[in-house]
């Protein structure tokens, strides 16, 4: 699997290592696809805080290109979850 990140991704996450983004999207603990945005979400609890990695698909599935990453609590990541799934905005693949 080939990944990119932009540059804006880059810069505003200098603390998430490449290996834990690679980690949440080939072995997530959960994942979501974003419909409107065709955005898939991958979670996965990395030292008892979760890394969700958001990230398109490309033409040849064996390419993706990495939208964002950010880490969060489990608080947090009830919440927003919680959320997305509610309003049916997310749903889990």
Not at 51 to 73: D, E, H, N
Request: glycine fraction near 2%.
């Amino acid at each position: 699997m080939k990944t990119k990140r932009s540059k804006t991704m880059i810069l505003a996450h200098r603390d998430i290592s490449p290996s834990d983004i690679k980690e949440a999207i080939t072995r997530p603990d959960e994942k979501y696809l974003d419909e409107e945005n065709m955005w898939y979400i991958s979670l996965k609890k990395i030292n008892k805080k979760w890394i969700a990695v958001l990230y398109k698909k490309g033409i040849a599935l064996s390419t993706i290109s990495i939208v964002t990453a950010f880490y969060m609590s489990e608080k947090k990541k009830q919440r927003i979850i919680g959320k997305k799934l509610i309003q049916k905005q997310w749903r889990s693949t």
